[in-house]
């Protein structure tokens, strides 16, 4: 039997479908309590896990937090060193390549993250 899905799991992966900010659970928290005030930061954790589980999100972890992805399609990852900020790139190439290139006789890869770790526009002009 399926687990039926509450207005509260509702919320919190609708949140997380409209965000490009690939958000912490605490940002999932502020912006779903004002619509539901009251749900808690443990609700909204369970909530993001169990989304994780199904294959509807995905979680990072960035600088010893975990954040939170929607976007399921291949894409790359750009994570600033300085400030933290994950970008999203759509280069369909690259993640092909890596796994077309990918040779294992213990392990058939079938889909791949990959994260670029360096500067984000604004630090980069900011050291400037």
Do not use: W
């Amino acid at each position: 039997m399926g687990e039926r899905n509450t207005v509260q799991m509702d919320k919190v992966y609708s949140f997380l479908m409209n965000s490009k900010a690939h958000p912490t659970a605490e940002m999932v928290f502020n912006s779903v309590k004002i619509e539901i005030p009251s749900i808690t930061l443990a609700t909204v954790y369970r909530n993001l896990n169990k989304l994780v589980e199904k294959g509807k999100a995905i979680k990072l972890e960035v600088n010893s937090e975990y954040r939170f992805d929607a976007e399921l399609t291949n894409h790359q990852h750009c994570i600033c060193t300085e400030c933290g900020k994950i970008i999203d790139s759509f280069n369909e190439k690259i993640s092909k390549t890596a796994l077309k290139e990918f040779n294992s006789k213990e392990f058939k890869a079938e889909k791949t993250g990959i994260y670029f770790y360096g500067l984000c526009k604004k630090c980069l002009e900011a050291k400037k």
